[in-house]
């Protein structure tokens, strides 16, 4: 049984990673801030936010033409089914035809990857090869609850790796195929166009996806990250360089760290305004 396991430091958490993994087995690693939170994708959210609210009325409204659309009494049964797919075609097809120079020639997978780096919801989950920066994710204190790393384990039979070109120019129809329950994993070439490898590289990301939420029975164990310690692992993490600015290199990063409602490290300012004399910085 998956009960999860509590931890209140670094060096207890490495621990924990080296008792729980085994040598030559690759596994993928995922932090969330909220340990009550399950693991599924951003369209997913998005879709069920917007179902919840009409499916008491056996109604579901989007704003997309989804056509005919059997209403379940559970609203997740819905989910599974032709509004999640259907979702993520519509958003590809958008963005292609109103921005082709920048979308159309690339696959139905790598204008998802691009979408899903600019904050868009789509179909992917960000995994991380790296249980550092898994846990650095879970430390996120912005809802005050504890956190949980979930721990897979790669070479699980239901995932499949993309590793030709072949296979990445499939349609969203292969990859999202609810009927199939198969998952995919993949993570864009270095010289991709789809997204900033930059950031991909230094969190070590991966894409998981194939279905709206990843069933409890493929996570290998759940870390708890308590919320008053979480501060004190981010500092831990810091010291390894398991830092937003390293984590978030790229400038779509510099641009998110920089928003009037991001928290400012004052000691990034030190050396400028500390060089400044009484009467500099004032006009008459």
């Not at 919840?52 to 559970?74: A, C, F, K, R």
């Not at 600015?245 to 400028?272: M, W």
């Amino acid at each position: 049984m998956n009960t999860p396991i509590e931890i209140s430091s670094l060096t207890e958490y490495i621990e924990l990673i080296d008792k729980l993994t085994d040598l030559g087995t690759s596994y993928l690693f995922r932090g969330q801030e909220n340990a009550a939170w399950q693991v599924n994708s951003s369209a997913y959210r998005r879709l069920k936010i917007q179902t919840d609210v009409d499916i008491g009325s056996l109604e579901i409204q989007t704003d997309i033409d989804m056509g005919s659309l059997e209403i379940q009494t559970d609203a997740e049964t819905g989910l599974l089914g032709d509004l999640f797919t259907g979702y993520l075609k519509q958003i590809i097809d958008e963005i292609q035809l109103r921005y082709p120079s920048t979308y159309k020639e690339l696959s139905p997978l790598e204008c998802m990857a691009h979408l899903q780096h600019n904050k868009v919801a789509t179909g992917l989950i960000d995994f991380t090869f790296s249980p550092l920066v898994a846990l650095w994710f879970a430390c996120d204190n912005q809802k005050n609850t504890k956190g949980k790393v979930f721990i897979l384990e790669k070479d699980n039979s239901k995932i499949i790796e993309i590793t030709t070109p072949e296979r990445l120019q499939q349609g969203l129809d292969v990859f999202f195929d609810m009927d199939q329950a198969q998952w995919y994993l993949w993570s864009p070439t270095l010289d991709s166009h789809a997204v900033d490898t930059q950031r991909m590289m230094m969190q070590q990301s991966v894409f998981l996806f194939g279905l709206p939420e990843v069933d409890t029975e493929m996570i290998v164990r759940e870390i708890i990250v308590p919320q008053e310690h979480k501060e004190g692992l981010r500092t831990a993490l810091a010291k390894l360089a398991i830092l937003e600015k390293t984590l978030f290199a790229d400038l779509l990063g510099f641009f998110e760290r920089n928003t009037h409602a991001h928290p400012y490290d004052l000691s990034l300012a030190k050396p400028y305004y500390g060089e400044m004399t009484s009467d500099e910085g004032h006009t008459a």
